[in-house]
């Protein structure tokens, strides 16, 4: 049983890591995970580079939910991504086909938590994915600004130095339009749909 | 404290949300949110929205570090991906030689079960072998007939033998006769007789297949030895054009037939027989061909089906060949010696047939 432990050890480690964005665990969770769900993805008719799109789309589904506040792993971390993965790939080859492809050996609780998970990281992602386009969008200076202020957290006295406004109250203003026109472009993006 | 404009609010916010407040200041803060539920509404919104754009950035950078991981990984890790179809073969290796193998065998039992090899040979070869099948249509009825009255008999008749026949010429004094192999092949007993009506048995001494030659030996108490053979063999090959002639029994009595030698080689450019243009029929197997001074240049062995006067002859060269590889023990003592004097030579060529027909039998093989 002392593997046992030292793999929810391990588990958790990874799942500690990923939370702060550490590289390593990123790696170390390609050397354990990805090797298995190649290995299925390759033996159902995908190719190497199929899986790791596919490995990847399952990290960031595991990144979502561990973001999302409380994640408690209810299984392990392998049967979790292994699941995930199989959603992803029997979407991917449904694609244009029925919409919900049941395989019917499949573990029906696994599969739906793995279907929740999906479903979640797919609305958060779409959401953050507007934000950040949003962002990119505004163009110069505004991008900057608001991203060294509420991203970087600097202060309003640095962004004044870095752009060279006279007072922070300029600046001020400058900061309070550029919110404003991010606002506007997210929102009419968002009404748009 | 009452309305803030929007600016001044979300300046105040966003001090309030990165704790740059005081304990005091808070306090206020937060008061004044109670009381204005608009701009209370207003911070929620802002603390979500600002939370997304830091979500949106981290998500970005974790994305770029796993995919970036990613590739070095996949790198490593690029041989085992060109091992695809090769595991691919591996798994189908068993399946393919199964289906291959199944599919050969069943290929060639099927062309052996419907008789394709046997027709094979037939159907290649357009070259029609000269024996006579005797009484054919008789031998049938009667076949019938027996079979029709003994249908009740549950013993079987005896089976009506085969019976062919052909034309053999003589060429040593003590007895030797050839004619084709295909003549004798299956024969139970093989009869010689002449024109005069005589009828002696003979053994069958050799056979050579490749050559379609058969050496026979009349073995009969009525048969003397004669004196001497009237013809020779010519050794060498004949020219083309020679005048040729032979006789043979396509029926019961000898038929004389003259023409040419037309080619050197025989069917399908056999060097040990020549192209004659002579015509003849089933039953002339086995007749000597002569040439005008009355050597034996050949043996007469079939004809091109389809083929208008393209009959082929046996060249000498292949008899002397056949005779030399006679096994000794096979000729009890009675040796082959071929005549050497040509009493033909001068005689015209009805002198030279009336000499030459007592030496040509019709052979009956049963």
């Known amino acids: 049983m002392s593997k046992g432990k030292s793999d929810i050890q391990i588990d958790s480690e990874i799942i500690d890591g990923i939370r702060e964005g550490d590289n390593l665990a990123i790696e170390q969770l390609y050397q354990i995970h990805f090797p298995p769900i190649a290995q299925m993805i390759v033996n159902n008719r995908g190719s190497r580079e199929e899986a790791q799109d596919i490995f990847q789309e399952t990290v960031m589904v595991l990144y979502s939910k561990i973001n999302d506040g409380d994640f408690v792993l209810s299984s392990k971390l392998q049967t979790f991504l292994y699941s995930v993965s199989k959603r992803l790939w029997l979407k991917h080859l449904t694609r244009g086909e029925a919409k919900y492809h049941k395989d019917p050996i499949d573990d029906y609780g696994e599969s739906l938590a793995a279907e929740e998970a999906i479903v979640d990281h797919e609305v958060i992602e779409e959401r953050l994915l507007l934000v950040e386009s949003s962002l990119n969008g505004l163009g110069e200076p505004c991008r900057t600004i608001l991203y060294d202020f509420y991203i970087q957290g600097k202060s309003m006295t640095d962004i004044c130095e870095k752009f060279g406004y006279t007072n922070a109250d300029n600046a001020k203003t400058q900061k309070y339009k550029c919110l404003q026109r991010l606002k506007k472009v997210f929102f009419k993006v968002v009404n748009s749909y | ?366």
């Open chain 2, 1 to 366: 404290m009452k309305d803030l404009n929007e600016q001044d609010f979300l300046d105040w916010a966003d001090a309030y949300l990165r704790e740059e407040l005081s304990e005091e200041e808070k306090r206020q803060f937060e008061a004044y949110c109670e009381a204005n539920l608009v701009h209370k509404e207003l911070l929620e919104w802002h603390r979500t929205f600002v939370g997304d754009l830091k979500k949106a950035d981290a998500r970005a950078n974790f994305k770029r570090d796993l995919i970036r991981i990613g590739q070095g990984y996949g790198k490593s890790y690029q041989p085992k991906s060109t091992t695809k179809v090769i595991s691919l073969w591996d798994k189908l290796k068993l399946n393919a030689a199964v289906a291959a193998a199944i599919a050969i065998v069943s290929v060639f039992s099927t062309l052996w079960l419907t008789g394709y090899y046997k027709n094979l040979k037939k159907t290649t070869s357009d070259y029609s072998a000269l024996r006579r099948d005797m009484n054919t249509v008789k031998r049938n009825v009667n076949a019938q007939n027996a079979a029709i009255q003994n249908i009740h008999n549950t013993k079987d008749n005896a089976k009506e033998t085969m019976h062919y026949g052909a034309t053999g010429f003589m060429i040593t004094k003590n007895g030797y006769v050839v004619t084709n192999y295909h003549v004798i092949t299956g024969a139970d007993s093989v009869h010689l007789q002449n024109h005069k009506g005589e009828s002696f048995k003979a053994n069958i001494v050799f056979t050579n297949p490749e050559k379609d030659l058969a050496i026979l030996h009349i073995n009969d108490s009525t048969f003397k030895s004669i004196k001497s053979i009237p013809y020779t063999f010519k050794k060498q090959d004949s020219d083309m054009g020679e005048d040729v002639y032979t006789i043979g029994f396509p029926r019961d009595e000898a038929v004389y037939g003259q023409g040419y030698l037309s080619s050197s080689t025989g069917y399908a450019g056999d060097t040990l027989a020549y192209q004659i243009s002579i015509p003849v029929n089933p039953g002339n197997s086995g007749g000597p061909l002569l040439d005008k001074e009355g050597n034996v240049i050949g043996i007469i062995s079939g004809k091109q089906k389809g083929l208008d006067g393209a009959a082929f002859a046996i060249k000498t060269k292949a008899l002397m060949e056949t005779l030399n590889s006679i096994p000794a023990d096979s000729l009890n003592g009675k040796n082959v010696v071929l005549n050497n004097k040509n009493l033909l030579h001068n005689l015209s060529r009805t002198d030279q047939i009336k000499k030459l027909q007592d030496y040509i039998y019709i052979v009956k093989v049963y």
